[in-house]
């Protein structure tokens, strides 16, 4: 077995399955490296955030950053369970595909602008300015803890996939993220930082159990698209949209904090981005999106297409944790005194 690392950087503790597809891979991950046999049970509605098929994914991907607790480093490359993430991303993929017809733009940006614009997306971040409670505001933390605390990692992923400008874009876009040289102020750190704040546990991987599989997708997406060389245009056009709809709704969510009492080290966080990525916004759609759908035409489809995944996956998340809260009940799988 793996040793335990201890520290900050431990990995988490594999999580219980919520069914047939995760509990092949949890049952297969607690043993020593071995064939995994082909053939994988159906699944519910990918699109709307299938617990298990979401859960089973999201552990596979965590393999390639940080693992689990006791799960042998031998797992990350082995062939056949390599196949069963296969499996799982191409049903994910065609269902993505099909609800998204393939579309061009010869203006990358303007495009990607109009796409913002028209999406019909509840807005979390409002509510939480105006009137959410700080239970509330906690349980989209844990949410957002899924990407956050390895917030950029799925990104830079794509960072040897690219070349010239795009390439020069994204890895300023993410020079900013992991703190501009000091570590104490990665963007992943100051999120641990406003979860403290606010009582959580910032531990990677610790609301994992409580996550649903909807929230589960959206990260799932990102790992898709920055794993694929193939997908490099998808990862790109993630990113770029992910960038342009950030600051105001940072400026949201630190405006929410404050509102609720609490101070800069719960609001450090956001306001970080609000300044971050008024910068990035220009940077991520012209300079990357924009520059690599000119200089590699054939992934222009592709951009648009990662773009637009989001958007779909975000309206999803976003209406089901609504939802929740306007009817009185957690987001959660189980509430935050019983995840803690």
Same mark, same amino acid.
């Given at each position: 077995?793996?040793?335990?690392?201890?520290?900050?950087?431990?990995?988490?503790?594999?999580?219980?399955?919520?069914?047939?597809?995760?509990?092949?891979?949890?049952?297969?991950?607690?043993?020593?490296?071995?064939?995994?046999?082909?053939?994988?049970?159906?699944?519910?509605?990918?699109?709307?955030?299938?617990?298990?098929?979401?859960?089973?994914?999201?552990?596979?991907?965590?393999?390639?950053?940080?693992?689990?607790?006791?799960?042998?480093?031998?797992?990350?490359?082995?062939?056949?369970?390599?196949?069963?993430?296969?499996?799982?991303?191409?049903?994910?993929?065609?269902?993505? !595909?099909?609800?998204?017809?393939?579309?061009?733009?010869?203006?990358? #940006?303007?495009?990607?602008?109009?796409?913002?614009?028209?999406?019909?997306?509840?807005?979390?971040?409002?509510?939480?300015?105006?009137?959410?409670?700080?239970?509330?505001?906690?349980?989209?933390?844990?949410?957002?803890?899924?990407?956050?605390?390895?917030?950029?990692?799925?990104?830079?992923?794509?960072? #040897?996939?690219?070349?010239?400008?795009?390439?020069?874009?994204?890895?300023?876009?993410?020079?900013?993220?992991?703190?501009?040289?000091?570590?104490?102020?990665?963007?992943?750190?100051?999120?641990?930082?406003?979860?403290?704040?606010?009582?959580?546990?910032?531990?990677?991987?610790?609301?994992?159990?409580?996550? #649903?599989?909807?929230?589960?997708?959206?990260?799932?997406?990102?790992?898709?698209?920055?794993?694929?060389?193939?997908?490099?245009?998808?990862?790109?056009?993630?990113?770029?949209?992910?960038?342009?709809?950030?600051?105001?709704?940072?400026? !949201?969510?630190?405006?929410?904090?404050? !509102?609720?009492?609490?101070? #800069?080290?719960?609001?450090?966080?956001?306001?970080?981005?609000?300044?971050?990525?008024?910068?990035?916004?220009?940077?991520?759609?012209?300079?990357?999106?924009?520059?690599?759908?000119?200089?590699?035409?054939?992934?222009?489809?592709?951009?648009?297409?990662?773009?637009?995944?989001?958007?779909?996956?975000?309206?999803?998340?976003?209406?089901?944790?609504?939802?929740?809260?306007?009817?009185?009940?957690?987001?959660?799988?189980?509430?935050?005194?019983?995840?803690?």
């Amino acid at each position: 077995m793996t040793p335990t690392r201890n520290g900050v950087d431990a990995p988490p503790a594999l999580p219980e399955p919520r069914g047939a597809l995760s509990e092949i891979v949890l049952a297969a991950l607690a043993r020593q490296p071995h064939e995994v046999r082909p053939g994988l049970p159906v699944h519910g509605d990918v699109l709307a955030g299938d617990d298990d098929l979401h859960l089973a994914l999201y552990v596979l991907y965590e393999l390639h950053y940080r693992s689990f607790d006791g799960v042998h480093d031998g797992w990350e490359w082995e062939p056949s369970l390599l196949r069963v993430r296969a499996e799982l991303e191409r049903r994910f993929e065609a269902a993505l !595909r099909e609800a998204l017809p393939r579309e061009d733009a010869d203006d990358v #940006p303007a495009r990607l602008k109009e796409l913002l614009e028209s999406s019909d997306a509840p807005s979390l971040s409002r509510f939480l300015e105006t009137r959410g409670s700080a239970e509330q505001f906690r349980e989209v933390l844990v949410h957002k803890s899924a990407y956050q605390l390895k917030e950029a990692d799925p990104h830079s992923f794509a960072i #040897p996939r690219l070349s010239g400008r795009a390439k020069v874009a994204l890895v300023e876009v993410q020079f900013d993220e992991y703190g501009g040289g000091r570590a104490e102020r990665q963007h992943a750190r100051l999120f641990a930082n406003t979860m403290q704040a606010l009582g959580l546990d910032s531990r990677y991987g610790a609301y994992l159990g409580a996550i #649903p599989g909807y929230t589960l997708a959206s990260v799932n997406l990102m790992s898709m698209f920055g794993l694929h060389r193939r997908l490099r245009g998808a990862i790109v056009g993630h990113l770029a949209l992910l960038e342009m709809d950030s600051t105001q709704p940072n400026r !949201r969510y630190a405006n929410g904090l404050r !509102r609720l009492g609490f101070g #800069p080290e719960a609001t450090d966080f956001f306001d970080e981005h609000v300044e971050a990525d008024a910068v990035h916004e220009t940077l991520a759609a012209h300079d990357l999106a924009g520059a690599l759908a000119v200089d590699d035409p054939a992934v222009t489809r592709d951009i648009l297409f990662g773009a637009r995944s989001m958007l779909l996956v975000d309206v999803v998340a976003a209406s089901r944790t609504m939802n929740r809260f306007e009817a009185g009940l957690s987001s959660l799988r189980r509430p935050l005194a019983v995840a803690a």
